[in-house]
């Protein structure tokens, strides 16, 4: 099953609930019959640097390191959920960071030895897409400290994920 999620940038998935998580009162215009041929249109120059190209945001710049909200942090890409808001906690690195996935299997692990480290990666695994590095320096129960880009992810409030 996961091999057909693995084709890179697929057509969006993300059901209608995530636009009206957006949808401001009457100002912005409802993004909906707009013709997106795959994903990575929708993605902005940065999020397609970070997500497609491995890049790293600059520490203490994303909206989502201080978000508190309840709800899921899902792939910027793809849509797949990778974080809750239950595991986010403050790591002081500047990035959002969570000390366990959603599910081990969204978020895959693979070795990086770039920038002279050896590193842990984690990528999505519905697109493959860069989210950030892991470490062994986080919070009890996993001892993880996954940080991630902010840009790679998306916040989806509780109320609309129907959980
Ligand atoms: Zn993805």
């Given at each position: 099953m996961?091999l057909?999620?693995?084709?890179?940038?697929?057509?969006q998935?993300?059901?209608?609930?995530?636009a009206?998580?957006?949808?401001?009162?009457?100002a912005?215009?409802?993004?909906?019959?707009?013709p997106?041929p795959?994903?990575?249109?929708?993605?902005?120059?940065?999020?397609?640097r970070?997500?497609r190209e491995?890049?790293?945001?600059?520490?203490?710049t994303?909206e989502?390191?201080?978000?508190?909200?309840k709800?899921?942090y899902?792939?910027?890409?793809?849509?797949l959920?990778?974080?809750?808001?239950e595991?986010k906690y403050?790591?002081?690195?500047?990035?959002?960071?969570?000390?366990?996935?959603?599910?081990?299997?969204n978020?895959l692990?693979?070795l990086?030895?770039?920038?002279?480290?050896?590193?842990?990666?984690?990528?999505?695994?519905?697109?493959?897409?860069?989210?950030?590095?892991?470490?062994?320096?986080?919070?009890?129960?996993?001892?993880?400290?996954?940080?991630?880009?902010?840009?790679?992810?998306?916040?989806?409030?509780a109320?609309?994920?129907?959980?």
């Open positions: 996961p057909a999620l693995l084709a890179g940038c697929r057509v998935t993300v059901p209608p609930t995530a009206v998580a957006q949808a401001a009162p009457a912005a215009p409802t993004p909906v019959e707009q997106v795959e994903s990575c249109a929708m993605l902005t120059p940065e999020q397609y970070v997500l491995g890049g790293t945001e600059r520490p203490f994303s989502l390191l201080h978000n508190k909200a709800g899921t899902v792939c910027a890409g793809c849509g959920e990778l974080f809750s808001s595991t403050d790591s002081g690195s500047g990035w959002p960071s969570f000390y366990a996935p959603i599910a081990k299997g978020v692990t693979k990086d030895e770039s920038h002279g480290m050896i590193r842990e990666e984690n990528v999505c695994a519905g697109c493959g897409g860069h989210l950030g590095h892991v470490f062994p320096d986080g919070p009890k129960p996993t001892g993880l400290r996954y940080c991630m880009n902010g840009l790679a992810l998306k916040f989806v409030p109320e609309t994920t129907g959980e």
